[in-house]
């Protein structure tokens, strides 16, 4: 055989060889799927009754509780004999029992707390408390940092201009819960017109 003969056999013989193989395995593995497919309707199938019973016993039991008990004959004959009273009845019987009346208890007035006087190393240890500076005068005003003049310092640190000297000299550290700040308040032996006249003119 010439060598085409031989070439055209071995194609002719690998084609036929390779259609049988895929013939084969198509049939195996359609059988498997096949078995697979009626394994899982089976198992379905069976959870589906299983299902079924369970449901069909619980509405049984339900059926059960659902039945009223038989009340005592002796309440029973108690009922029978109970007349109904009218709307009076039941109103005057709620206003003896006292249902009606409520009380609401008075809203306690809420204190407003007053600032006090702390110590030195509290000053500054609250979080999210303001430092604020503040200077007190010899002549008895009080002043922010600017040189701003407070009208009302009782309103903001309370008592606290009598408390120098009790943890240091020349100052005084003051906390105000409800304004969330700790205030420094430093004693100046000037007058306030001598610190004025030590800043510059206003433009």
Sequence with gaps: MSKLGTALAFLAGAALGGVSAWYVAKTRYDELSEQEIDSAKQAFYARE?????????LKEHL????????????????NKNQEKGDINDYAKMVSRVGYSRTSVPPKPEHEVEAP?????????????????SLTYFDDGILSDENGVI??????IVG?????????????????????RCDYEILRDLRSYAEFRSTLPPKI
Excluded at 65 to 73: F, L, Q, R, S, V
């Design 49 to 57: 009754q299983q299902l079924k019973e369970e449901i069909a016993a």
């Design 63 to 78: 059926a059960k509780e659902d039945e009223p008990e038989e009340a005592p004959k002796t309440v029973l004959a108690a």
């Design 159 to 179: 008592d606290a201009l009598n408390h120098f000297g009790e943890y240091e000299e020349d100052s005084v550290f003051v906390r105000s819960d409800p304004k």
């Design 150 to 155: 407070i009208d009302e310092p009782k309103d």
């Design 116 to 132: 006090y006087v702390i110590s030195p190393g509290e000053f500054g240890e609250m979080d999210g408390y303001t430092q604020i």
